[in-house]
């Protein structure tokens, strides 16, 4: 089995920063794409960042130039630096990652648990 961690979630105020932690454990051979979404109350889950195994990254446009999403592959682990914190990026952040398992030809999507991050004064 395998399973996502995430770390790092709280209140912080508006202008401030947060770094959040995904760490994968289990039965892994490779992972490819990793990534965070959000899901913030009354609204549908959404994307707000994605590294591949080679270092791509993808952003959403309402966090670019303020989060910066980067990944350790030897630790199998994907952090998401948040700046410039506003109220609007309140919502349970999830981790995810696309594992190809071993002895196995396809790659499985999982999912962490999600982590709260609240942005208030």
């Known amino acids: 089995q395998v399973q996502l961690v995430e770390s790092g979630g709280g209140l912080v105020q508006p202008g401030g920063s947060l770094r959040l932690s995904c760490a994968a454990s289990?039965?892994?051979?490779?992972?490819?794409?990793m990534g965070w979404y959000r899901q913030a109350p009354g609204k549908q889950r959404e994307l707000v960042a994605a590294?591949?195994?080679?270092?791509?990254?993808n952003y959403a446009d309402s966090v670019k130039g303020r989060f910066t999403i980067s990944r350790d592959n030897a630790k199998n682990t994907v952090y998401l630096q948040m700046n410039s914190l506003k109220p609007e990026d309140t919502a349970v952040y999830y981790c995810?990652?696309?594992?190809?398992?071993?002895?196995?030809?396809?790659?499985?999507?999982?999912w962490g648990k999600g982590t709260l991050v609240t942005v208030s004064s």
């Open positions: 995810n990652a696309d594992i190809l398992p071993p002895y196995s030809d396809y790659f499985v999507d999982y």
């Open positions: 289990g039965s892994i051979f490779s992972i490819n794409a």
């Open positions: 590294i591949t195994s080679g270092g791509s990254t």
